[in-house]
């Protein structure tokens, strides 16, 4: 299968944001060689520090990349896919929503600046809140809608494989999971698809185990910032991002659970928020109805009204 990525240049990823999930990213991006990366951040030095320091390590690593430091959107020219992560952290005590009118801005002037340099490039979202930056990016961009998407339903599944894996004592690597809905604490983790080498975890743990397990996928990220104190997650969240930026690049199409641009899918209409997609090279190719319980689908109808809330708040900033 061939790429559909121009073969007279290198593939290039701007990140838009150098704190510690672009930076994270950008070191995953480069050591599995899919493309060179662009680190923009508005604080001089910050980004520069960054890329000379990976930079540094390229040999050690085995790879050819090239990594660029800026702080001038002029200098992300020609991408192919554009990484938004640029916005204020959660703080302990703080919600995701609580982060929405300054990182509504932050993303909107962003997504404007970024496409005007790189007008065929592909957009991920990874600001919180999730789903209504997302769709402020998707706005803002004037992109078709399958050319934006947010990264998060990947994050919560690999956290929900994480806690699976914890609570039944085995490799993560057996595991397959799939978490729905919004990134927050209305998010919709599905048993009934979450599987250990094929079995559905419906089969193999007790309803108290599962739903324990649940609980805690819900609140995977507000655990690691309550233990960070001074930030939230960025490992889990950068290998997530990465996932998608592969699968995109090496046009290796995947069905992933992504937020994506909805239009009577489910039930729903005129928002983003994560459902599963066939994810490749000209970004969502097909988004994937699966067939939900009346629990399930009521589940994530309330995620869904949810992220409509913060959306209307967002866009009356």
Known sequence: MTSTFPS????????????????ALAQRI?????????LLDVLPGRPQGIALDLMQSSGIEGHGRKIMGTCDYADTHDSDIVVLTAGLPRKPGMSRDDLLRTN????????????????????????????????????ASGLPPERVMGMAGILDSARFQTFIALEMG??????????????GDLMVPLPRYSTVSGVPITELLSSEAIARVVDRTRKGGAEVVELL???????????????????????????????AYL???????????????????????????????AEETSALHQSAAAVRSSLDAALLI
Not at 108 to 136: C, F, G, R, W
Not at 170 to 183: E, K, N, Q, W, Y
Not at 270 to 293: A, F, N, Q, R
């Open 229 to 259: 104190k001074t930030g939230g997650a960025y490992y889990a969240p950068a290998s997530s991002t990465c996932l998608m930026v592969e699968a995109i690049l090496r046009n290796q199409p995947r069905l992933l659970p992504v937020a």
């Open 104 to 139: 509504a801005e932050i993303v909107t002037q962003a997504a404007k600046q970024a496409i005007a340099h790189s007008p065929e490039a592909l957009i991920i979202v990874v600001t919180n809140p999730l789903d209504p930056m997302t769709y402020l990016a998707w706005k």
């Open 30 to 38: 480069a050591e599995k060689n899919l493309a060179d990366v662009v």
């Open 170 to 183: 085995i490799s993560p690597t057996d595991i397959r999971a799939m978490v729905l809905g919004s990134h």
């Open 8 to 23: 007279h240049r290198s593939t290039r990823v701007s990140i838009i944001g150098s704190g510690n999930v672009g930076g």
């Open 263 to 293: 239009q009577g899918q489910y039930g729903l209409r005129d928002l983003y928020i994560g459902v599963p997609v066939k994810l490749g090279c000209g970004g969502i190719e097909e988004i994937c109805e699966l067939e939900l319980t």
